[in-house]
């Protein structure tokens, strides 16, 4: 069976058609208060303090090329989950749905999965697999910044969206830095 770093390379190969080659990874994420029209928060979502956020069941992994992650995923957003790295946030989609799947890491402590979130540009491709082994490909569209209390990140617009975020700048608790990816691929492994 092909290692987790050659099927990306191979995801990243065929898909290089489909990646925007652009910038430096030092573009400049801007300060973002309020969300785009047509998003809307799902019923589903489970509030971070919720019971359901604390289980930390290996539901997949995470794998971002582009800054050398490759983690596994668990579920919910309690601060005790995502000590143990990537975290899925309970009551948003599924990875491959349509709809916002959340996960939350750390940048400077424990693990830090998402120490170089920041260095993360449109056309990065994020693959996501859940616990049977299905590949979801995202490809980055966009990062901002938002205060701490921005739980609009969680809503949902429809379309299958990938959300990353963080505590920003690395070591504080000031902000959350924001990547957002589309869903461009999905794949059962072999």
Same mark, same amino acid.
């Given at each position: 069976?092909?290692?987790?770093?050659?099927?990306i390379?191979?995801?990243?190969?065929?898909?290089?058609a489909l990646?925007?080659?652009?910038?430096?990874?030092?573009?400049?994420?801007e300060? *973002?208060?309020e969300?785009?029209?047509?998003?809307?928060?799902?019923? #589903?979502?489970?509030?971070?303090?919720?019971?359901?956020?604390?289980?930390?069941?290996?539901?997949?992994s *995470?794998?971002i090329?582009?800054?050398?992650?490759e983690? #596994?995923?668990? #579920?919910?957003v309690?601060?005790?989950?995502?000590?143990?790295?990537?975290?899925?946030?309970?009551?948003?989609a599924?990875p491959?749905?349509?709809g916002?799947?959340?996960v939350?890491?750390?940048?400077?402590t424990? #693990?830090?999965p998402f120490?170089?979130?920041?260095r993360?540009?449109a056309?990065?491709?994020?693959? *996501?697999s859940?616990?049977?082994?299905f590949?979801?490909?995202y490809?980055?569209?966009e990062?901002?910044i *938002?205060?701490p209390?921005?739980?609009?990140?969680?809503?949902d617009?429809?379309?299958?969206?990938?959300?990353?975020?963080?505590?920003?700048?690395?070591?504080?608790?000031?902000?959350?830095?924001?990547?957002r990816?589309?869903?461009?691929?999905?794949?059962p492994?072999?």
């Open positions: 069976m092909p290692t987790a770093r050659v099927r390379g191979v995801v990243v190969a065929l898909l290089g990646v925007f080659v652009g910038g430096s990874h030092a573009a400049a994420a300060l *973002v208060t969300p785009e029209e047509g998003w809307f928060p799902l019923p #589903s979502r489970q509030a971070s303090g919720d019971a359901e956020q604390s289980t930390g069941a290996l539901i997949g *995470v794998s090329p582009a800054i050398g992650v983690e #596994s995923l668990r #579920s919910g309690a601060l005790d989950v995502i000590d143990q790295g990537p975290a899925h946030w309970v009551g948003t599924q491959g749905q349509s916002n799947v959340v939350a890491g750390h940048r400077s424990h #693990s830090a120490r170089d979130l920041d993360l540009t056309g990065d491709i994020v693959v *996501v859940d616990a049977a082994g590949e979801m490909i490809r980055v569209t990062t901002f *938002v205060t209390d921005a739980i609009w990140i969680t809503y617009n429809g379309e299958p969206t990938l959300t990353l975020f963080a505590c920003h700048p690395r070591g504080s608790l000031a902000q959350r830095i924001v990547v990816a589309e869903l461009v691929a999905g794949r492994l072999a």
